[in-house]
């Protein structure tokens, strides 16, 4: 049997126990999405999902690491469903080329790159090898909301 990659992210969304909006909105005035050419960038994303969000606090701190690869496989699957509603169908991805992690870490934490691979791992699920991407992952003292990990992914697609 051939499973879509929105077929994948959807089993991903109900295995994880989540949900998201209806629709992907920004908290102020700017764009959660901007495309240019066959590039698209989609801005920061926090771990929001069933309304709410749902990790909070600094890695190494008062959320483990294995939280923390929670909250970023979390904040991959909401910018995935973010590119879907962007460009109809996540079958028009062709690469992701990039994306920034940032892990609200304790002080003395140095494993982001672990928590990081929250994410990764959800991009690959999905996407295969077209998930597959450069990589930035930082820890940051404060975050948006006292989120514990906020990401931000540029992604190549392919024209209609």
Do not use: W
């Amino acid at each position: 049997m051939n499973t879509s990659r929105n077929d994948v992210f959807d089993a991903l969304v109900k295995e994880y126990g989540i949900s998201f909006e209806s629709e992907f909105l920004p908290g102020a005035n700017y764009t959660i999405a901007v495309r240019h050419g066959a590039e698209i960038h989609i801005s920061s994303q926090l771990p929001r999902a069933n309304g709410k969000l749902i990790v909070t606090g600094h890695v190494g701190q008062e959320v483990s690491i294995e939280q923390g690869k929670f909250a970023a496989a979390v904040t991959a699957l909401r910018l995935l469903g973010i590119l879907r509603q962007s460009i109809g169908c996540l079958s028009r991805v062709r690469h992701l080329l990039k994306m920034n992690v940032f892990v609200q870490s304790a002080s003395g934490f140095g494993q982001q790159s672990e928590v990081a691979d929250g994410a990764s791992e959800v991009f690959f699920k999905v996407l295969g090898e077209a998930g597959t991407h450069a990589r930035t992952s930082l820890g940051v003292s404060q975050l948006s909301k006292n989120g514990a990990v906020a990401i931000d992914l540029i992604a190549i697609i392919e024209d209609v």
